[in-house]
Each structure stands twice: as structure tokens, then as C-alpha cells.
């Protein structure tokens, strides 16, 4: 296994990208993953875009304590770069991936156990796609279709709990209140998701 330490360079700019990357060969085709740096791979094109080991490493201690050496604030804060961020933290390792491109089972369970943001996205995620797959390849009669539009048709306009009423936060405090009533002085529409509620 091979613990790389690579640049990648626009020709057409010299802008640079330094990352870090887990392989079996270093001289895959593997391109880097950042998000400034995908960008500008989609606009000038893949052709415009060499790569350059740095470092190769025995192991992935040396080689993430490596790009936190190289990709620290006085790099990131430079206008000729596409990191975003500074390097340790990130990466993309070959063997947490399997067919497909999905994360293997054990790296899933540690971020969602690990990362709250992983975890909100990947819930936001399994919910759109059980409520998109939950009526796929089914017929509805008439009948049927009837019964389920009840409910929402009983519910609409002034049988509506949330009817007539808005959401006003100071960006700390949220309340509700009816849309007739004058919102109180430092508050505005909308709600803020405080931390105490997720």
C-alpha cells in the first residue's frame, strides 16, 4: 500500500491542489476530491490538469501529518490554491471504498456514530429515498386515491393547526404567532434551528 502525498496543477492557471491519497498505485487516475478543485476540473476540462507525487509514504500517520505541514493557513489563505481547508482532515482512501463508490459498511457506522452533519445528511437522505420508493410500481383506483387525499383536503385552510399563525426568531429564541399580530421589536420572520432542538 502506498500512503501519497500528491499536487495537482491546473496548466492553465498554475493554480495547485494538495491532498492526500491511500492506493495501491500511485499513479492511478485518481484526481483529488476538493470541492473548488471539482469545479474548475468541469470548466477547463480533466486535459488541463497534471498530477505529481510529493510523498510517498509507508504509512497513513506519515502521510496526513505531511499534508498537515504542507496545506496550513498560510496555504489555504493563498489566492494560487484550490484547498479550502486546512490538510489532516480530509481525503479519499481507496480502501474505504467497494463497488459503486459507496463508503464500506464499517467507515458508515463510525461517521454516522461520529459526524452530526454526516449523520442529519445521510437521515435527510434514507427519508427522501423510502418516500420516493414507497408507492413505486403501485396502481391507485380511484377509491384508494380518494381515501388518501381525504386526510390533506381535511386538514387545508382554517383546519389547519398551523393556519394563520407565522414563525418569528431573534436568532436565538423562536415563537409563534398569529400573522395578524405585529412582530415584537429584534425579531423577524422565520425560525432558527437551535442546537437544543436537533
Excluded at 483529488?32 to 469545479?39: A, V
Excluded at 497534471?50 to 501529518?65: A, G
Excluded at 427519508?127 to 390533506?152: C, Q, V, W
Aim: proline residues 2%; hydrophobic residues 30%; contains cysteine.
Amino acid at each position: 500500500m502506498h500512503y501519497t502525498v500528491y499536487q495537482i496543477m491546473n496548466i492553465s492557471n498554475s493554480k495547485i491542489y494538495i491532498g492526500y491519497h491511500q492506493t495501491e498505485n500511485p499513479m492511478d487516475n485518481y484526481m483529488g476530491s476538493g470541492k473548488y478543485l471539482g469545479h474548475a476540473k468541469a470548466k477547463y476540462g480533466m486535459e488541463n490538469f497534471t498530477k505529481k507525487i510529493l510523498f510517498d509514504f509507508d504509512n497513513r500517520e506519515e502521510m496526513i501529518s505531511k499534508e498537515k505541514e504542507l496545506v496550513n493557513e498560510n496555504f489555504i489563505a493563498r489566492s494560487d490554491v484550490y484547498n479550502l481547508v486546512k490538510g489532516g482532515k480530509g481525503g479519499f482512501t481507496t480502501a474505504a471504498c467497494v463497488k459503486g463508490g459507496k463508503i464500506s459498511g464499517n467507515i458508515h457506522k463510525v461517521r454516522i456514530e461520529t459526524d452530526k452533519k454526516y449523520r442529519v445528511k445521510h437521515m435527510v437522505a434514507c427519508a427522501k429515498n423510502i418516500y420516493s420508493m414507497a408507492f413505486l410500481g403501485r396502481n391507485h383506483t380511484d377509491e384508494s386515491l380518494s381515501k388518501m387525499s381525504g386526510p390533506r383536503l381535511a386538514s387545508k385552510g382554517k383546519n389547519n393547526s398551523q393556519f394563520g399563525s407565522m414563525w418569528i426568531t431573534n436568532g436565538s429564541e423562536n415563537k409563534k404567532i398569529k400573522r395578524v399580530d405585529s412582530i415584537p421589536e429584534g425579531f423577524y420572520k422565520g425560525r432558527k434551528i437551535i442546537k437544543e432542538e436537533i
